[in-house]
């Protein structure tokens, strides 16, 4: 009879296995980890989370995330990233880093809605002094800049009122005065927009919308080159705990090196519908950057080298909110649904007055999201709900 060597729950923990080293392949690796090995006390002691040459802490991230952090880096040619667990929680990251009490923070009046809850948040709960200026300021802004204006927050163009602000002229009117600038860069995905190069100081991203392309992961990046920005950056990012999960990082990763052929793929098919939009009676507008009368289309013919499938149309104001949320309800290849990016094509109206505190158009607001679908199975979509209308 055998004699069974007997069998150790230790066994199921502790295994002497190593898989062979040579293994070589495209894919980043996914190394999930809370806990990360020291070898000894004396190397335990020696480690600091903010020296990213080695590892502590699953929370100060992994070779998955490193890998992330450094490639959205290299693309948008900064030289630091800190990834976050959603775009929101990236512009959390450098309102809480950047911030405090007494301070004044500028926002554009059409920046991404969240944002501007979160800064009448800290306004009301934080005894931050925020106020709201027009995005097509340009190098007026200089005029609204107080003494104790710590950061001005730009994002072009607008993500639902498409209006492109003058970056260069707000970067050196605020650098005349010290402030720092932030750019929410969502829409250029990082790569129709060179935000360092225009004279930001920090560019966030959601990568939740191109970076990702699945409408499967939620995530953010906080972007730099200077390096006393990203240790505070860094400070604020331990102190919030912001880890990412890296089965998420890998998605992103796995879908970066498309990012360029989707974002044009995109951004052709936006331009073909906004084209053909613009000469439909039902449209007192077409809102689209590189159409000539959005407004600020000639900084963007500027300053950005694309566009994405992101736009918005203004229907002529003899239509109802109840007739254009009837053609919305009628779209059958866009579906109703927040976010974009991904291959699916959206379609959300936005009560936009309520979202300003001035905006001059009449007429309901629709956003449209192009997905990588057939153009012209897409205008034919938006054709019929338009004749049923
Ligand atoms: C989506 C979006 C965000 C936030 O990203 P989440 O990952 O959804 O939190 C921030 N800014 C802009 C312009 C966005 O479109």
Redesign the pocket.
Known sequence: MMTQKKFSTTQLIHSSYQAPDGFSAFPTAIHHASTVLFKDVAAMRARSWQDKSAYTYGLHGTPTSFTLEARLAEIEQGNYCLLAP????A?TLVNMALLQSGDDVLLPDNV?N??RDQADWLASSFGVSVRYYDPLAGAAIADLIQPNTRLIWT?APG?VSMEVSDIPAICAAAHARGVLVAM?N??SGGIAFAAFEHGVDISMQ?L??YQSGGSDV???AVITRDKDLNNRLQAAHMRLGFGVGMDDAYLVLRSLSTLKLRFDAHDASARKIASWLKTRPEMSKVLHPALEDCPGHAIWKRDFTGAGGLFSVLFDERYSEAQTDQFVNTLELFKIGF??GGAHSLCVPYRIRQMRATWPHQGVLVRFNIGLEDADDLIADIGQALDRM
Request: hydrophobic share 40%; glycine share 10%; no cysteine.
């Open positions: 959603s775009g929101l929680a512009i991404y969240p944002s994002e993500s929410d969502t829409w959601a939740t919308k939620l995530m953010g976010s974009w």
